[in-house]
């Protein structure tokens, strides 16, 4: 056991399916909490993880891992929704509102109703939407609500940067704001590979162009679309990504993620969950870190928070 796991840590997980179990595994491959209770309306299938996901122990770091119910969720540090229903091909994130509001509702009153004061992490589309209504209807801190907002999209847009540099994706800065969604947009303003601006590489070296940059853009932004298309759902990414942030949560790493947040002034917008980078600990979100855009961008953002304002509109 690590120095970061010298306390019991409880990480409840609700929806077991595609991206809840992928998450599952991620946890138990990387010794991130030190108990996992899994929780879905299929109990049977919940089970069946919890087996199997125990059957991997002698060859991970220990977890006690569980198949349970909204009752665990009293001493749980972590509540991660990934529950609800699953884009289709064809469908956008915004297009589940109204599959998916109503269901949770009852999954975030079953968890408060188990005295729950922990951090609520949410996974399940559309992301930001779904975060607001959260934090709306368990009445916790904004801090202690948030989604995985753009994290994946980031690490898309990193990835495909990296091929295109042929530089390790994890040297690479960059960011991805806004929806997890159509309106997303990336920070070009404030890209840098290996502490050496974006800019700076097409003024001096000519590369890449504009156009290969919007290429890569639209490959980050339509990448669900092509997954779904090729095997029906995106699960690993996403799973990787959950797995990150309850990690920079669990073990208090005051983290810089792409989350989804509520902002209150930061880029001139209020009341709205969108992705935008901010430090994450065992307290949540400490606070979200507001990068100087360019003129564009800040146009870019505000309309993405307009679109999803709108979207609000149809579940309140």
Known sequence: MNEHQQRVTRVALIGSGFVGASYAFALLNQGITTELVIIDKNEFK??????????GIPFAPYMKIWAGDYEDCATADLVVITAGANQAPGETRLDLINKNASIFKGIVDGVMKSGFQGIFLVATNPVDVLTYVTQKYSGLPAGRVFGSGTILDTARLRFLLGQEFDIDPRSVHAYVMGEHGDTELPIWSNTNIGGRSLRDYQQ?????SQEKLDEIFINVRDAAYQIIERKGATYYG???GLARLTKAIL???NAVLSVSTLLTGQYGLNDVYLGVPAVVNRSGVREVVELKLAEDELQKLHHSANILKQALQSIK
């Open 46 to 55: 919940a089970e069946g993880d919890a087996m199997d996901l125990n059957h």
């Open 204 to 208: 001096k070296q000519g590369y890449p």
């Open 238 to 240: 996403i799973a990787m």
């Open 251 to 253: 073990w208090n790493e």
